[in-house]
């Protein structure tokens, strides 16, 4: 049964579509400068650095901010800053790299990697793989929490809101791939900072005030301690999964390769990283505030959508429309990473099919239904929000972290084989993988990175060959 009024679910409906068909034209609109296939799949190192920053922040601050980072801070208060503490971290280690990654010209996580390693057809196929798990995670992610938040609300079935949320981020991305997502999200990216800011203060005013949380929930959650009330062995889950996997994030690296001066580079990540403190603000005060009116929801994860039936009308419309642009910005960016994987990577570069310029734009349109369609079946039977970003999190980076890192340190030095980064990657697939089956106290992603970073360093050692000192001396400028 819906817990909303007739008219709190007509406004609902009403601030989806006006936010759905807002970004349609703004995607058709800004879908115009994509010209070439490139443009579609790289926006073609066209963005500014304002664009670059909040569009950043956009694809990161999605429904797992929403649901998954609120259900935190509801049952571990101020713990939520140490997750996104852990992206912080990540942004500011990626741009030790930065200027490497734009001045090479890059669309792929796996270009990176065959850059390093050299062209390879198993090397593309393992990395591929590995950089489109996260974003494809995120995407039915999103779908997710579309469903548990406006389901609550309106009594509609969770398949039904799948399917409109899946259509809102199609509208998003066929008009101009990459370049009309991340225009688009530029926009909503600057609305939904106000929002956050906005309602994670109307949500201590609705508890009462910060002085009544303090009387209601108890200060472990609320004080400094709060920071470490999640537990040390999920804070650490979070450090080995989330930081390498902030790493290794196909969407963060899009926006790298995409920035108009490679000077920006660098400035676009640490300004970038900051904002997702704005999230923290968020999903922690959200969390409390929730935890002081009702302290024995069933689940955490129902925080955010409780909060939904509380909220007067006029307010209810407003988080409504924070709420759909937050999950379409998101999903938006996860579903054109996917995409970009499969036809860049996957169609051109390990099947060798060349096409033309209409002809890759056209077939770029159509996998990105496909992807779509898959994602929201796998949300209807997958309906955990958390549990898909962070296996996701931890395959990738145990799969990718040490050919891209410590690949990029050997490599001005040595001339590495594919070979090596074949074994590191399934080395830290299978390490990963089979501590996840044991259900090891020690996060498992850790003994993928462990697995992979050994195993790259064995076969470097066994097949690489030393470069020339002139060589060398290139690579350290070229750095």
Known sequence: MPTGSTGQIAG????????????????????????????????????????????????????????????????????????????????????????????????????????LFGQHRLVTAIAALAALVVPFGWLATQFVAFAQLFGLLTGISKPVLILVIMIGSL?????????????????????????????????????????????????????LEGVTAVGWQQIWLWVAAIVPGTLTNQLYYQRVFATKRISDARRGLG?????????????????LAVRSMNPHLADEEDAAGWLLTQLPSWMLVLFGAFLVSTIVATSGAALQSVVVNLIRDVYQNIAGQATGERRTVALSRLVTVAVAALAAALAVLFPKALSWLVAT???????????????????????????????????????????????????????????????????????????????????????
């Open 171 to 223: 509208v998003f991305v066929l008009p101009g791939g990459l370049t009309s997502v991340a225009w688009a999200d530029f926009v909503f990216g600057l609305f939904k900072i106000v929002m956050a800011v906005g309602v994670a203060f109307y949500g201590i005013h609705l508890a009462g005030g910060w002085t009544h949380i303090t009387e209601t929930v108890p200060q472990r959650l609320w004080g």
């Open 271 to 287: 300004l970038s990283g900051l904002t997702m403190l704005v999230s923290g603000i968020y999903a922690g005060c959200i969390g």
């Open 393 to 479: 999190y931890a395959y990738s980076a145990a799969a990718l972290a040490a050919p891209i890192f410590l690949g990029y340190l050997l490599h001005r030095h040595r001339r590495l084989r594919p070979v090596a980064a074949i074994g590191s990657m399934l080395a830290g697939i299978i390490g990963c993988g089979t501590a996840h089956l044991l259900d090891t106290t020690v996060p498992y992603a850790v003994y993928g990175i462990a697995a992979s970073t050994v195993v790259l360093l064995l076969l470097a050692a066994a097949t690489s060959e030393k470069r020339t000192p002139t060589v060398r001396s290139e690579l350290v400028r070229e750095a």
């Open 12 to 115: 609902i409906v009403i601030a989806s579509l006006l936010v759905i068909g807002f970004g349609a034209a703004m995607s058709v609109y800004f879908g115009r400068r994509a010209k070439t296939s490139q443009d579609w799949l790289a926006a073609n190192e066209s963005l500014p650095l304002f664009v670059v920053v909040i569009t950043q922040f956009a694809a990161a601050a999605g429904g797992g901010v929403l649901i998954a980072h609120v259900g935190i801070g509801y049952r571990s208060g101020w713990s939520v800053f140490v997750y996104e503490g852990c992206v912080l971290v990540g942004f500011l280690l990626l741009m030790l790299i930065a200027r490497w990654l734009r001045q090479q010209r890059f669309t792929t996580v796996p270009d990176v990697i065959t850059r």
